[in-house]
């Protein structure tokens, strides 16, 4: 079974820090999703990467992919309260179930005003 | 639609009783995805379909839960003779391609509680 295991599991932070949250397998993944939820919501995709040392930027926001594929983090710069959410990393296996993708358990962040 | 719908948003069952669960995915999408997610889990996956293709049922717990797609659009996902295990949201998903982990659009989900 291949596992995401993402860290911190909690992280309460005050406005204006920045963070960095992480999403670590003992496998190799095609790609890697990240995605944000809110309480009562679905999880809305922020970022794909594909490319083992890819980083994208989203805002604040920046996304690395690790050189194996096998990891990945998200850091945030300058935190913000409408930040707060549930951080979910998510990979795609390779082959041909590619298209199930595995979920780490999340980041719940908290950023307070 | 805009997005993926699904309904009831909110659903409390007896033990035992059977529910279903719908799923409008966006249209034009071909790929579609149930998904379980448990207080203090990750996402559980449960059920694909892809176009005309034949499902792949390799996430269901168990007999009790079963799901299919009408006319390649409309999803159900029934779960019979519920049991308090069963309790959890259930997500939706559709993309427009089932390769390469394509990112989801997700639904607002299901609660499921079952008393």
């Known amino acids: 079974t291949q596992l995401l295991e993402q860290s911190p599991q909690f992280l309460s932070i005050q406005e204006g820090e920045n963070l960095t949250v992480y999403c670590n397998s003992s496998s190799v993944f095609s790609s890697l999703q990240w995605y944000r939820q809110e309480p009562g919501e679905g999880p809305v995709l922020l970022v794909t990467v594909v490319t083992g040392g890819e980083v994208k930027k989203l805002k604040r926001l920046t996304f690395q992919f690790g050189d194996a594929r096998k990891d990945s983090s998200l850091h945030i710069t300058a935190a913000q309260p409408g930040d707060t959410g549930l951080y979910l990393c998510a990979g795609a296996r390779s082959g041909g179930s590619n298209y199930k993708l595995t979920f780490g358990k999340g980041t719940l962040l908290t950023v307070n005003p | 639609g805009a997005g993926v719908s699904q309904s009831p948003s909110n659903k409390v069952t007896e033990k035992g009783k059977d529910v279903e669960l719908r799923c409008d995915p966006i249209s034009g999408h071909t790929a579609l995805y149930w998904y379980r997610q448990s207080l203090g889990q990750g996402l559980e996956f449960l059920i694909y379909?892809?176009?005309?293709?034949?499902?792949?049922k390799s996430g269901l717990p168990s007999d009790r839960f079963s799901a299919e797609r009408t006319g390649g659009s409309v999803s159900t996902l029934t779960i019979q003779r519920t049991q308090q295990e069963d309790s959890a949201v259930y997500l939706c998903a559709s993309s427009d391609s089932g390769g390469r982990g394509h990112g989801y659009t997700f639904g607002s989900g299901t609660r499921l509680t079952v008393v």
């Open positions: 379909f892809q176009g005309n293709s034949a499902p792949d």
